[in-house]
């Protein structure tokens, strides 16, 4: 039971241009919705958070969107840069049982 | 920098060993979790703790255990590794407020052959 969804596996950006993930979710008990980055053979990173009582968050170029009603969150990064290239996880929380997305690889062509 | 701690970067046993994944953590987190990542299915919760010698099963527990017998060190146990937990294991902790997640350890690849 996949509670948390990342329906694209991959996304490819042209430098300087718009990223845009997004994760679809079914608990609608979860508090608190999180982004990470993942590099191969590295751990996942924490990107940027959000509390389920808000519908934005933003840090530098990252920006999380949160749509309750539709059960929906998306993450932003403008201007999109190489280093972006990388594995983003969603997740979501609910008294800190955490559930993630199976990831969508993003590629930021030069 | 804090940091989570896991001992083998890649490891290589034979169906039938029981393996011993080690994570340390200098953070005085009081959380400590194992995953595991498959490619297509994200990051699986196996097992976690809230504190010492307490532990949870997760999503799927089967052919693991766990050992927290202090409060920096989370051990994942394969009694009797078999192929189909061949995977990327990554160990995380947290202080419990989930505003800054969760910090992973860099994983271990393990190849049950």
């Known amino acids: 039971d996949q509670q948390v969804k990342q329906n694209s596996p991959s996304l490819s950006v042209q430098e300087g241009r718009i990223s845009i993930l997004n994760c679809d979710y079914t608990n609608s008990m979860f508090d608190y919705f999180l982004w990470y980055k993942k590099y191969p053979a590295e751990g996942p990173t924490f990107l940027i958070s959000?509390?389920?009582?808000?519908d934005k968050n933003e840090d530098g170029r990252f920006t999380v969107f949160l749509n309750k009603s539709a059960k929906h969150l998306s993450l932003h990064i403008v201007p999109s840069q190489p280093g972006d290239s990388a594995v983003y996880f969603c997740?979501?929380?609910?008294?800190?049982?955490?559930?993630f997305g199976a990831g969508t690889r993003l590629t930021v062509k030069p | 920098d804090v940091k989570v701690t896991q001992s083998s970067r890649y490891l290589v046993k034979r169906t039938g060993e029981k393996v011993f994944l080690e994570c340390v953590q200098d953070?005085?987190?009081?959380?400590m979790f194992w995953y595991r990542q498959d490619p297509g299915l994200g990051l699986r919760l196996i097992y976690f703790s809230y504190d010492v010698k307490m532990k949870e099963k997760g999503d799927i527990p089967e052919g693991y255990s766990v050992s927290r017998e202090k409060k920096e060190r989370f051990s994942l146990i394969l009694e009797s590794a078999s192929t189909n937990q061949t995977s990327m294991y990554l160990c995380a902790s947290s202080e419990g407020s989930l505003r800054y997640g969760y910090t992973f350890g860099s994983g271990t690849r393990l190849t049950v052959v």
């Open positions: 959000i509390s389920s009582i808000k």
């Open positions: 953070m005085d987190h009081e959380n």
């Open positions: 997740a979501a929380s609910n008294n800190n049982d955490m559930r």
